[in-house]
């Protein structure tokens, strides 16, 4: 069984940063595509970044020029680079590790964003 933890997420001003982080834990061989989605109040669950296992990134239109994607395959961590925050990302951030053909999620880091 994986267990995804995720952490960062807190409440800032528009303009601000932030870095999420999603650690993997558990029975674990090797992961493949790891990344994040949000969920934003009323929403559906929507993809913001994924990187692959040899750390080829993927931002949607939405997060490129603001957002970083990065793994540690050592350390079995993801992370979420956000800069230049906006009001409309507030949402709660989720970790995924793609681990054969399962995914796992984590519980999700609050990300609020004031303006």
């Known amino acids: 069984q994986v267990q995804l933890l995720e952490s960062g997420g807190d409440s800032v001003q528009a303009g601000g940063s932030l870095t999420l982080s999603c650690v993997a834990s558990?029975?674990?061989?090797?992961?493949?595509?790891m990344g994040w989605y949000r969920r934003a109040p009323g929403n559906q669950r929507e993809l913001v970044a994924t990187?692959?296992?040899?750390?080829?990134?993927h931002l949607v239109d939405s997060a490129k020029g603001r957002f970083t994607i990065s793994r540690d395959n050592a350390k079995k961590m993801v992370y979420l680079q956000m800069n230049s925050l906006k009001p409309e990302d507030t949402a709660v951030y989720y970790c995924?590790?793609?681990?054969?053909?399962?995914?796992?999620w984590g519980q999700g880091t609050q990300v609020t964003v004031t303006s």
């Open positions: 558990g029975s674990i061989l090797q992961i493949e595509d």
């Open positions: 990187v692959s296992r040899g750390g080829d990134g």
């Open positions: 995924y590790a793609q681990i054969a053909s399962d995914h796992s």
